[in-house]
């Protein structure tokens, strides 16, 4: 793990090959969280999720420790939230021939006029080269929320940005871990539920279990690294 902060403790650590996970731990009071970000390293690079407006800096100055900040072609996240996409124009920015990346329904709704340049839409299912990697946008409706949510999943080292699914509260967890996240992730969403419950839930985590992933990024809390199909089965059960 690198430390890119040493007051913030912004910190980035691979997690599969070519893949970084960018974390940033929050403690406010008795209340710890973390938000990552997610770099894949290739000829067209890839940041899915921007982390909120005011961590830009931060954010920034972890790409810039993996790959030089203009290099990036692609900003991409799952649905329109702060976190996911707050500093989506300070990207478009700085990366001059960066252009977002989202699903249909979040461009037709929001990022047609929020973003500052026109984004690259994906169709439920379509894949996007971006050198040695390719990835699959998936539609996800209300799953875990927002009606254009979607995940994306990199094919060759089968690795689901899977956004606020199984999100772990805590401030201090490993990049990486093999432990039981559902668990954890389950405790959280007790306290504050934050699914919609949509009743296609269980057919759209069969649809990324098929996916076969072995690492799951996850956007708060620990990446996981295991069966990914047999960790979202136990998901949908639980929805049940």
Known sequence: MTITNQQSGTNVQEIADGIYRINTPVVDGGFEFSFNQY???????????????????????AVASVLPIESLRYIGFSHVEADECGSLNDWLAAAPGAVPLCGQVAGLVSVNDIADRAPRILQD??????????????????????????????????????????????????????????????????NMDYFSHTKYAGEMLERLAATAP??????????WRGDGAQLLRALADRLV
């Open 39 to 61: 770099l894949i390293a290739d000829d067209d690079p890839l940041l899915f999720h921007t982390g909120p407006r005011r961590m830009f800096a931060l954010v920034r100055e």
């Open 125 to 190: 299912g379509e894949t996007l080269e971006l050198g040695n990697r390719r990835v699959r946008w998936l539609d996800t409706p209300h799953l875990p929320h927002a009606w254009e949510c979607g995940l994306l999943s990199e094919e060759r080292t089968r690795t689901l940005f899977c956004g606020d699914l199984f999100t772990q509260g805590g401030a201090q967890l490993p990049a990486l871990t093999e432990a039981d996240i559902l668990g954890p992730s389950e405790a959280f969403r007790a």
């Open 214 to 223: 072995e690492t799951l990024a996850c956007m708060h809390g620990s990446a």
